[in-house]
């Protein structure tokens, strides 16, 4: 019998405040878990990088041990409600020598209100490259914090630094961290690269981007290169690729403060722009 996500909520029941409380999961049989609603009072949407790092962490408890996340592609397929659980089902495509592959569908109602496919690997020793480096921006010790939407983004803490390239109303390059301590455990840690993946968008970038209303995520996909903890300062810098039939495409990169890239990602998003006044039929 799947969740009942109408179920009403408890007023007694904690809410999560920090990250780590949304990735931790109720399991429940056949490969599903339970996330806890995050907000008691009315409806409102769920930031996307949590379910999707909810999901990730879903398909992790499903893997065996020393198997960590390199990638993730998820699906945005509806706004999901964060007064209510979301349910987690996972689906075990594979489980090879070295690699595991995983589907998650997260559900509120009967409604899948995200699709995320993913893969786990053995850590293994490799050549070492980046071509893309740390910009030239200003530590975060320099900078004040720069005010989030806690009730969305819970303990999630921001600064901008200055930035040569124009940007409309999301700064595009910004340093992130997850103030209250993370389990050392490297899945939960690329969780919470993951979380903080989705917070703003290279579209801020694009021609136009003032004429745009909002930008709802169609999908979002993360590769995670080195393993990092999101409790130390990182470094989000994203540009945009191209816009085209409402929807516009931008990428991103995340490096540690040393310069390590720990991840790089890709998001398409709707880029709706109304036609002038003198263009109507």
Known sequence: ???????????????????????????????????????????????????????LRAASLTVADGRVAHSMHAYF???????????????????????????????????????????FARPKQGAEFQAVQLPKVQPPGELTTYQLNASRTFDLEARVPQDPDPWYRWPARLWLRIRNTLPEDPNVRACGVVFLSDLCTGLSRAPQVEKAGLMPSLDHAVWLHRAG??????????????????RGIYSGHIFDEGGALLASLTQESLFDVPHDASDQR
């Open 1 to 55: 019998m799947s969740l009942q996500s109408r179920e009403v909520f408890d007023a007694s029941q904690t809410m999560p405040t920090t990250v780590n409380e949304v990735l931790q999961l109720k399991p429940l049989p056949h490969d599903r878990f339970s996330a806890e609603p995050v907000s008691s009072t009315g409806r409102r949407t769920i930031y996307g990088g949590q379910v999707a790092a909810q999901a």
């Open 77 to 119: 397929l509806r706004a999901g409600d964060a007064s209510r659980p979301i349910e987690l089902r996972v689906e075990r495509d594979r489980d090879g020598g070295r690699y595991s592959g995983r589907r998650v569908s997260a559900l509120q109602d009967d409604a899948v209100i995200l699709s995320l496919a993913c893969s």
């Open 229 to 246: 903890n999101p409790n130390d300062w990182l470094l989000v810098d994203l540009n945009p690729l191209g816009t085209s039939g409402g």
